[in-house]
């Protein structure tokens, strides 16, 4: 079974603060994909990665950045966190093909004060 | 730009009954995904759709995409409680260069009531 991990369930960080949220994925999948999820907006893709340091913006990319320094591991990096960046975050990866994909992490639900 | 449209965003319905959530797209997908997320949790797969006709069955649930029309369909047979949840559609776009990736509608809050 895939198994897509997020390093933190829940999160609580002051406005300001620089916040790391880390995925890894254990089934050697080239993309990977980061989306926040907001009530009645849907899923919205912040950024994704189709290779180790490769990257691209996706519909929101404002506001945040990421590294992918291995294949295994995607990190989210929010550099100076707002209020409007309260959400739920999700990383999914895929790898490529016909029927590929996407399969999803639990989430990180983040809250910032 | 590819956009996805959901309707009905809420449906309450009661066990026994049959309904069915709409998933529009505005330009061309070959490819429809459907996905299931109950409270609290992460995505679930449920259906890939690969082409025009393509029909998905698993369970109560059955899934159908209609490339021309821009229309892909979750039916919903004989609804039991076990099935409410978030579904959520989502069209495919492939880039050349890079990665694939999703555009995700915004979801059916599906709730069967006894």
């Known amino acids: 079974d895939v198994k897509v991990t997020q390093s933190s369930r829940y999160l609580v960080k002051r406005t300001g603060e620089k916040v790391f949220l880390e995925c890894v994925q254990d089934?050697?999948?080239?993309?990977m994909f980061w989306y926040r999820q907001d009530p009645g907006l849907g899923l919205r893709l912040i950024y994704f990665s189709y290779d180790v340091k490769m990257k691209e913006k996706g519909d929101i990319p404002e506001g945040y950045s990421v590294s992918r320094e291995k294949k295994e591991r995607f990190s989210l990096i929010l550099e100076s966190a707002s209020t409007n960046q309260t959400s739920m975050y999700l990383c999914?990866?895929?790898?490529?093909?016909?029927?590929?994909?996407?399969?999803f992490g639990p989430g990180t639900r983040l809250l910032v004060l | 730009e590819l956009k996805v449209e959901q309707n009905p965003l809420f449906l309450s319905m009661q066990e026994g009954k049959n309904y069915t959530i709409y998933c529009n797209y505005s330009?061309?997908?070959?490819?429809l995904y459907w996905y299931r997320q109950d409270p609290g949790k992460s995505l679930e797969s449920l259906f890939v759709?690969?082409?025009?006709?393509a029909v998905k069955q698993e369970g109560r649930l059955m899934a159908s995409l209609d490339t021309k029309a821009r229309l892909s369909t979750l039916h919903i047979t004989a609804a039991v409680h076990d099935l409410s949840a978030t579904y959520f559609c989502?069209?495919?776009?492939?880039?050349?260069?890079?990665?694939?990736?999703?555009?995700f509608g915004e979801g059916t809050q599906l709730t069967v009531n006894p």
């Open positions: 999914a990866s895929s790898s490529r093909g016909r029927r590929e994909t996407q399969y």
């Open positions: 330009t061309t997908s070959d490819r």
């Open positions: 089934m050697d999948h080239e993309n």
């Open positions: 989502a069209g495919y776009r492939l880039k050349e260069t890079s990665g694939s990736r999703l555009t």
């Open positions: 759709l690969l082409s025009n006709g």
